[in-house]
């Protein structure tokens, strides 16, 4: 063992940094002994003599410790990048904890696709090779930091959280396409039949499939902000029984969507249409913010017994409550062709 590290790359550049060391502390002491160049200059009437002070060779050590371990490095470099001592591997590359709803590796992916296999952690481009691995992954949001140790590469990222359900069509059949917050398309076959319930849906006519990538954003605004109202509304979902987020039919193509909520009862049926108006942020003129609606609509749940109502059977060809302006007020006789804003 002692022999196999004695002819080592690491060894033989350790070597060089003792000898280049061992060669300054010689060259100090024979200049002392010797009083060469007791050279002065005047100063405030005092002599100093540079040569023989203690600050002045602790300067040229640490000086000729730099460029002599610079140049041994440069001499051993490629040998010591190339030393299998020194590869990134599966086993010392540790990254962020994944949430439960990730199933995929993420880590074991970025290795593969960054094609990080045997890579040294003496490469200087390696931090950089590893964030672009772990960038390109749908799962991940952000890379945060990419660090190198003596132990291996560690990598913390910012995963995506998967926010709603987009529905589509497929021949004939309803499909749900999760997304997170910017409406980034993620993997839907992660999903169960089961876990797809727990979410959110978003509904809107038509939507644009063209272009559609996982790891990217929906190509299509509408979408986009139903995914923004859907992050808002997520924690109070459940309270309210708060199942679709559908793009009133109405609106019209190019402008911000008007959105409405469809909640459900315990049988799972839809019994409740709520027009919402639009999604946070691009609210208009005379239209509250989110938080007033949000409040009013929780009041208003908590407070009468027939907000989500039993059975099977429900007449929802108009709104049973507008919240636009901030109020919970009742629209069973508003019609979808009376709707302003």
Known sequence: ????WRSSPAAILCSNVRVVYRGVIEMAKKATKAGIG????????????????????AICIAVALTVGGRAAWERNESSLVENPRFELAADNLYVSQQPTWVKTNVARSAFRTGDLAG?????????????????????????????????????????????????????????????????????????????TWNYIKIAVPDPVTQGLVHGTPWPDARVQKGAQLADYL????????????????????GEEPLFELH???????????????????????????????????LEYANTHSDWILPGRQFDLNDFDFDVRNGNVMKASSKTLSAIEF
């Open 38 to 57: 007791r050279w002065s200059s005047v100063l405030s009437g005092r002599k100093t003599r540079i040569l023989t002070q203690r600050p002045f060779w």
């Open 119 to 195: 890579k040294s952690l003496l490469d200087r481009g390696l931090v950089e090779q590893v964030n672009n691995a772990f960038s390109v992954q749908t799962w991940v949001r952000n890379v945060v930091e990419v660090r190198k140790s003596p132990q291996g590469v560690q990598v913390q990222v910012e995963y995506r959280r998967p926010i709603a359900m987009v529905e589509i069509q497929y021949e004939g059949a309803p499909r749900f396409q999760p997304v997170d917050v910017d409406g980034v398309l993620l993997p839907g076959n992660e999903f169960s039949q089961k876990e």
């Open 263 to 297: 909640l459900v009862n315990a049988d799972r049926y839809i019994c409740r249409r709520v027009l919402w108006g639009h999604a946070p942020g691009a609210e208009v003129s005379g239209e509250a913010t989110p938080d007033s609606k949000l409040d009013a609509l």
């Open 234 to 253: 997520r924690d109070n979902a459940s309270e309210l029984g708060v199942y679709r987020i559908q793009q009133v039919p109405t609106s019209e193509i």
């Open 1 to 4: 063992m002692v022999d196999e």
